[in-house]
């Protein structure tokens, strides 16, 4: 299952570390672009609500899962094809839409195939292996923008998106070739709001803290758009869109690097305590950002560092939430479990992504990320505060 995400990130990867340059290669707004990302991970986390809790009800996750890839992976070709935004919304509402399908019974599969005591390396090794595809997707797309030709200034983007077709459907064949589920029994009773309140409280607790967190954790393409923004005064448009993709292949190597060796930390220590402080390192990120802005910083170097704090904090955010999750949830509810988190966090990125590009837009940038680094603040401080033993 790494090596089937670590394909599946090379595909969509690819895209998202150039759309902040086709955007404004088409002239869009960085409010449109905050809009799509949220739009698209609140879809994503509504059907993960669905879909976990029906996973859950059919006893079937591996099927589901494959629908999911074959969406993710070949939606976000279309946008190869846009001329303006609501193609791009289009595309990404589809993609997201089976990458909503797919990741709660993704991470139930892989709790299921995990002893307690290792569950924590079990997430890590995944994150590890699907965020090298992240790695990897951003370098292509750069060097892909390097030396395709460019008879006009969104032509080699477009090229781009149409090429990512290829890793996506090699991350649907090698699921289909290489995953074993483990049978489940089927549960036809279960009906959806009786699987939502059967859920521990102690799980409950947890992601009164996640939601928190989620209100300011901005989608990292914004990110990307920042660097880029930053760094076209002193570069040109074309220049700084390539090197903000590198910048997010450097973040992306470090959520890869941070990944096993947090979920191995957390075999052995209080996972609870290790999340706040992911999610502490997440609202430096946020002042961080602001900082930049207001210094208007162009070193390089800087903004290498800045990327990288941001990859780590994520190897502390994404594996911990789900073996979290695998301590406080029985495995019959599991897919509910993955489902509800994955909501919650899907709410949160609308939200934070929205009020990012909403206050850069019309207040300023540095209005943004303040907000979002306030807010996550907060959500460290409740994570902190809340016992989430079962």
Known sequence: MAFTSLCADVSYEMVLAVLPGFAAAIGMAASALGWIEGAAD?????????????????GRRKPIVTIGYVLSGTALSAIAAAAAW???????????FGKGIR??????????????????????????GDTTGAVLGPLLGVWLLSVLPRPSP??????????????GLLAVASL?????ERPRAPNPELRFWGSMRGLPRSFLRLLRGVGVFGLGDFSHTLLVLAAARLLAPAHGDARAAQVAALLYAIHNG??????????????????????AAGYTMGAATGFAVAACFAASVTSLPLLALLFAWAGVYLGFEKPLEAALTADLVPRESRGAAYGLLGSVNGVGDLVASGLVGMLWTYVSPEAGFCAAGGLMLCGAGVVLAGPVSR
Not at 89 to 94: D, E
Not at 159 to 166: A, G, K, T
Request: charged share 20%.
């Open 42 to 58: 609140a879809l994503a986390s509504f059907v993960k609500l669905g879909a976990g809790w029906y996973s859950d009800r059919v």
């Open 86 to 96: 609501p193609l791009i919304l289009a595309a990404r509402l589809v993609a997201w």
């Open 103 to 128: 990741g709660p019974l993704r991470d139930a599969m892989l709790s299921d195939s995990a002893a307690p005591e290792s569950r924590g390396k079990v997430f890590g090794l995944h994150r590890a």
């Open 154 to 167: 969104p032509a080699p983007y477009r090229s781009i998106f149409l090429i990512s077709l290829i890793p």
């Open 176 to 180: 289909v070739v290489l995953v074993r």
């Open 254 to 275: 470090a959520y890869a690097a941070a990944a096993f060796p947090v979920g191995a930390l957390a075999d052995r220590m209080e996972k609870r305590t290790l999340l």
